[in-house]
């Protein structure tokens, strides 16, 4: 909504006048039975006390706490406090705005009728707005809303190039616009009439409002129709009928309900399958509630093919409880999974329970337990894994106790989780603060740790008592406007009661010179290493890593190259070295390139270029391709060439190389993940892709 005029130094010194409805005898509402005050600036007003009705003119503006009123002329009854306003009206509730003709409205119960409507609704999903224009709107602003004999739009200008026009649109704010009687208009020309349609304001959703019409290799010639519907603002959906020529006739219901602190999806679908001679049925249930203090969420999904050769079912479920009070959280996470055929049932359960408890400002402790039950032909496992964190945190450190394990429920009668596990039993560490190294700004940090750990793989098993020590510096040993040399090494030392001995050290050194404003330079050295041994595997350190790298950097405001080459001490090899370079050479260009060069082939193994260029603000085009320098070939992967009509519809051609695809595409501007599209394959066969199932080419 444009902004307020300001009025004029006369209507200033004329009409500025603060109305407590306990002015003369103190009028009260007559239901609210409270006095509510009203702000009110005009060029001239008048206002009588036995009647209660105060008329006012030229510039008006009425303000009652978060509902602001503009007009040329207003009429208001402070005993009913009925407004009625003419004339350029403009009413503001919060941040909502709405522009219009006439006005009635209640400043009581918030509700109104506006005439010669024009407003804008965004949403996170919607680049810019979505304008809307009615006769009429009545409701309440900044909850539901009906416009009638509405016009809607995501194009800007008086003539947008795609627009709707409906009997009905109902607005729910940062929610949807649901329409009536939807007529979609092209280029000023009539397209399709439907009884219903939806447009999302909060959801990356896609609504349809033709039939799609393709070929693929699965269900051969299709026929897919997608049919929104609304029946209230917490209940509405779409519904599915799919024509298939191979795969058969598919018929389908995704429902979207809320019912005070509960809410969900609930999506159905049935499939005559020609393939399997019978009838595939699917079920997708996605419900949230709240009970007070505790959030529930529920999620199953069965699917049943009642194929008279192989009848099959499988369905999985899964449930999060979750609480929490001052000193305390619990969650609990379970899920179920069944699959059944010819009338073999394998079946696996899982519950995973985590509590925090913060018994002072000192003192927590953490409980994790995971259950599982797996069941098959073979018979049934139960398995427990229980952890139990204690921690304190003391002056200048933190000390932790930390026991898990593995429980058999079932005596290990069958054992179907083969994992590998780790039990501490237990483990104590203690870790001090970060403290500055001296004078220096290095960071150290000590820690060390005694526990007894048993490791379970599926042969055999190892039990020891570790010790570990461990220190780490981190920090500048540079640091200047020019040079700047980081260095971070970690140095631990273990000790086993089998009289193993283990020590290792890790760190990276990273040394980066500005040369000048546009150009620095960065080497840097990444070590890890190991002597001795350890009988335990969890805690191995997997090979050696020494590797030196140089990097040259040249940034401008509209130019980035970067070149980097790695040598691997280890091998004695050069790793493959890459340029990239980014320039923007102008608005709304981009242009990217990289080079690969591999010592070990001595040649270049692989080049890139990328081209983004908008024309004009009608015509763009980007390309994406590659040289593969193994094959010694030039792949143009992308070719996409786009037209803008009226900065508001987009249509687009996009040639894939790799695949020898040929792809048209058409979208909103505000609505660039939602798009139409449409391919030709190499064999010239029929491509689609659903907006709703995948991004497209």
Same mark, same amino acid.
């Given at each position: ?42 060029? #001239? ?29 207003? =009429? ?27 006005? =009635? ?10 005439? @010669?409507?024009?407003?804008? +609704? ?9 304008? $809307? ?66 447009? +999302? ?77 019978? #009838? ?11 009970? %007070?203090?505790?959030?529930?969420? $529920? ?36 899920? *179920? ?47 427990? /894994? ?60 000590? @820690?060390?740790?005694?526990?007894? /750990? ?52 890790? %760190?990276?050194? =990273? ?22 041994? #350890? ?36 091998? %004695? ?8 370079? @980014? ?13 690969? *060069? ?38 143009? =992967?992308? $070719? ?14 996009? *040639? ?5 695809? $040929? ?24 491509? /689609? ?9």
């Amino acid at each position: 909504m444009r902004g307020l005029r300001r009025p004029r130094p006369r209507a200033l010194l004329a009409g500025v006048l603060v109305i407590a409805l306990g002015i003369g005898g103190a009028p009260r509402l007559a239901d609210a039975q409270e006095e509510i005050p009203i702000t009110l600036r005009a060029k #001239t007003f008048r206002y009588d006390r036995n009647t209660k009705i105060l008329t006012a003119s030229g510039d008006v503006v009425v303000v009652y706490q978060d509902v602001t009123i503009l007009a040329d002329r207003l =009429d208001a009854d402070l005993g009913t406090n009925d407004v009625r306003a003419e004339g350029h009206v403009r009413i503001e509730v919060g941040r909502y705005r709405v522009r219009g003709e006439t006005l =009635d409205y209640n400043l009581t119960t918030r509700r109104g009728r506006l005439t @010669q409507t024009a407003a804008d +609704y965004a949403g996170p999903f919607i680049l810019g707005t979505v304008s $809307l224009r009615a006769e009429s709107v009545e409701g309440t602003l900044g909850k539901v809303t009906t416009a009638r004999q509405a016009f809607c739009t995501t194009c800007e200008g008086p003539n947008p190039v795609a627009f709707l026009t409906a009997k009905e649109f109902t607005v729910y704010p940062n929610d949807k616009i649901v329409g009536r009687s939807v007529t979609v208009w092209i280029g000023g020309k009539r397209t399709v009439t439907w009884p219903y349609f939806v447009i +999302y304001l909060r959801e990356q959703r896609a609504t349809r409002l033709l039939p799609i019409v393709g070929f693929s290799e699965l269900e051969g010639y299709f026929l897919k129709t997608f049919y929104a519907y609304a029946l209230s603002e917490n209940h509405y959906g779409t519904l599915r009928l799919d024509l298939m020529e191979r795969l058969g006739t598919g018929y389908g219901v995704e429902h979207s309900y809320r019912f005070g602190a509960a809410a969900g999806v609930v999506f159905l679908y049935l499939l005559q399958n020609k393939q399997i001679g019978g #009838t595939d049925q699917r079920l997708v249930i996605n419900h949230q509630q709240r009970l %007070g203090d505790v959030t529930a969420r $529920l999620y199953a999904d069965a699917v049943t093919r009642s194929s008279p050769l192989a009848p099959s079912s499988d369905a999985f479920g899964a449930l999060d409880t979750s609480w929490r009070t001052s000193r305390s959280s619990t969650a609990i996470y379970q899920t *179920y999974a069944n699959f059944n055929f010819l009338g073999f049932t394998t079946a696996a359960s899982t519950a995973r329970v985590i509590h925090t408890q913060q018994f002072s400002d000192r003192l927590s402790a953490e409980l994790v337990g995971d259950v599982s039950r797996t069941t098959s032909f073979l018979g049934t496992d139960d398995e427990m /894994f229980p952890r139990f964190t204690f921690r304190y945190r003391g002056a200048g450190y933190v000390a932790s106790l930390i026991a898990e394990g593995r429980l058999d429920l079932d005596g290990s009668a069958f054992t179907a989780d083969t994992r590998f596990v780790t039990e501490r039993l237990p483990e104590v560490t203690v870790a001090s603060d970060p403290i500055l190294l001296g004078g220096t700004r290095l960071v150290y940090q000590l @820690q060390g740790g005694v526990g007894r /750990f048993r490791e379970i793989p599926l042969v055999g098993s190892v039990e020891a008592v570790r010790t570990d020590v461990s220190a780490t510096v981190s920090g500048p040993l540079i640091e200047s406007d020019r040079d700047a040399l980081i260095v971070r090494a970690t140095m631990r030392g273990s000790h086993y009661s089998t009289g193993d001995v283990r020590g290792f050290v890790s %760190g990276r050194v =990273d040394f980066t010179r500005m040369f000048n404003t546009a150009l620095t330079g960065q080497v840097g050295y990444t070590l890890q290493n190991q002597a001795g041994r #350890t009988p335990f595997t969890f805690d191995l350190l997997v090979g050696q890593l020494g590797q030196a790298d140089a990097t040259l950097t040249y940034r401008r405001p509209n130019v980035l190259v970067t070149a980097q080459t790695v040598f691997d001490n280890i091998t %004695g090899a050069w790793l493959p070295a890459v340029v990239r370079a @980014q320039w923007a050479p102008r608005e709304k260009w981009a242009i990217a390139a990289a080079l690969q *060069y591999d010592a070990a082939l001595g040649a270049f193994s692989r080049g890139e270029l990328f081209l983004d260029i908008t024309l004009d603000p009608r015509w763009q085009i980007a390309y994406y391709g590659f040289y593969d320098g193994i094959a010694g070939r030039i792949f143009h =992967d992308r $070719l996409t060439v786009a037209r803008t009509w009226a900065d508001c519809l987009v249509t687009a051609v996009t *040639y894939r190389g790799l695949t020898q695809e $040929l792809w048209f595409e058409t979208w909103l501007t505000a609505l660039p993940w939602a798009r139409g599209q449409v391919g030709i394959g190499s064999q010239g066969q029929v491509l /689609f892709t659903q907006p709703w199932l995948g991004t497209g080419p």
